[in-house]
């Protein structure tokens, strides 16, 4: 009976896992095929006659090294520049005692309440004061602070030993160097979590890089894509953007296959009880 509820858990992965596989494999597929023939051969599960000139026409029609450029250098310092600072933040209001300490930190909390898109118009408005309109500045600087990396941050600090932190004391070093040496590297797996969490809400934000950019140069994958689709065509070529949907997917696995090891590690974490 044991052996058939084991062989019943994993069969009911698997069928999960397909269903979630799928799409992106069936996206893959047919960015090989010939727009004329997409919807052709649309009950097919695999198809033969691949031809890469998809991927030649997107490179042709459209900017898409720049798109790519603009979208892995706005993620990349968005996501370190968030981890920096949610880190820092997080162990002050874990670890030190200061005034109007867990008033600050409600007020973090109910950041989180509050839906992105109400602050769409201050933060234009406070862009084009600052005249950061269509830079990298008005891209990266709204997205390098966030209330759930804090409130992940801290979390984690608060369960750390605090007898580590004493033995460092007493080893002679000072507050940074007990941060940098003894609690950061402790907290690799749930900064590995919070390093995927940003890299892919940024990399895959369309509103604000929309709002803020008006140049081509400036624009990022996702909002190229989107006016790429939309652009003064008679018919839609699904194969053209089927290709650049599989491009923008590409780093978002690269991210997290780097972190998989601490992303697990860190769910493991929760999951054990001393």
Same mark, same amino acid.
């Given at each position: 009976?044991?052996?058939?509820?084991?062989?019943?858990?994993?069969?009911?992965?698997?069928?999960?896992?397909?269903?979630?596989?799928?799409?992106?494999?069936?996206?893959? #597929?047919?960015?090989?095929?010939?727009?004329?023939?997409?919807?052709?051969?649309?009950?097919?599960?695999?198809?033969?006659?691949?031809?890469?000139? #998809?991927?030649?026409?997107?490179?042709?029609?459209?900017?898409?090294?720049?798109?790519?450029?603009?979208?892995?250098?706005?993620?990349?310092?968005?996501?370190?520049?968030?981890?920096?600072?949610?880190?820092?933040?997080?162990?002050?209001?874990?670890?030190? #005692?200061?005034?109007?300490?867990?008033?600050?930190?409600?007020?973090?909390?109910?950041?989180?309440?509050?839906?992105?898109?109400?602050?769409?118009?201050?933060?234009?408005?406070?862009?084009?004061?600052?005249?950061?309109?269509?830079?990298?500045?008005?891209?990266?600087?709204?997205?390098?602070?966030?209330?759930?990396?804090?409130?992940?941050?801290?979390?984690?600090?608060?369960?750390?030993?605090?007898?580590?932190?004493?033995?460092?004391?007493?080893?002679?070093?000072?507050?940074?160097?007990?941060?940098?040496?003894?609690?950061?590297?402790?907290?690799?797996?749930?900064?590995?979590?919070?390093?995927?969490?940003?890299?892919?809400?940024?990399?895959?934000?369309?509103?604000?890089?929309?709002?803020?950019? #008006?140049?081509?140069?400036?624009?990022?994958?996702?909002?190229?894509?989107?006016?790429?689709?939309?652009?003064?065509?008679?018919?839609?070529?699904?194969?053209?953007?089927?290709?650049?949907?599989?491009?923008?997917?590409?780093?978002?696995?690269?991210?997290?296959?780097?972190?998989?090891?601490?992303?697990?590690?860190?769910?493991?974490?929760?999951?054990?009880?001393?």
């Amino acid at each position: 009976m044991k052996k058939f509820r084991i062989l019943l858990g994993y069969i009911t992965l698997i069928l999960i896992a397909t269903s979630m596989l799928y799409p992106f494999f069936a996206m893959l #597929n047919l960015s090989f095929v010939d727009n004329n023939n997409i919807f052709l051969e649309s009950g097919k599960i695999i198809h033969t006659n691949l031809t890469i000139q #998809n991927y030649k026409n997107v490179f042709n029609d459209i900017p898409l090294c720049r798109y790519f450029f603009n979208s892995l250098v706005v993620a990349t310092i968005t996501t370190i520049g968030q981890v920096l600072f949610a880190s820092l933040a997080g162990y002050a209001f874990a670890r030190l #005692n200061f005034k109007f300490r867990n008033g600050l930190f409600l007020i973090i909390l109910i950041t989180m309440l509050i839906p992105p898109q109400v602050n769409i118009i201050p933060l234009f408005f406070i862009m084009r004061e600052l005249h950061l309109i269509d830079t990298y500045q008005a891209l990266i600087l709204p997205a390098l602070f966030g209330g759930f990396g804090i409130f992940l941050m801290r979390q984690y600090f608060l369960g750390l030993p605090k007898d580590l932190e004493e033995s460092a004391k007493i080893d002679g070093c000072n507050l940074f160097q007990t941060f940098f040496k003894i609690a950061l590297p402790l907290a690799l797996p749930t900064i590995a979590t919070l390093a995927i969490f940003t890299f892919v809400t940024n990399w895959n934000s369309f509103m604000w890089p929309l709002i803020v950019t #008006n140049s081509e140069s400036m624009r990022t994958l996702p909002v190229g894509l989107a006016i790429f689709k939309g652009s003064f065509r008679e018919i839609t070529l699904w194969g053209d953007l089927l290709a650049c949907s599989v491009i923008c997917t590409l780093p978002v696995i690269g991210v997290f296959l780097i972190g998989k090891k601490y992303f697990i590690s860190d769910i493991l974490q929760g999951g054990v009880k001393e």
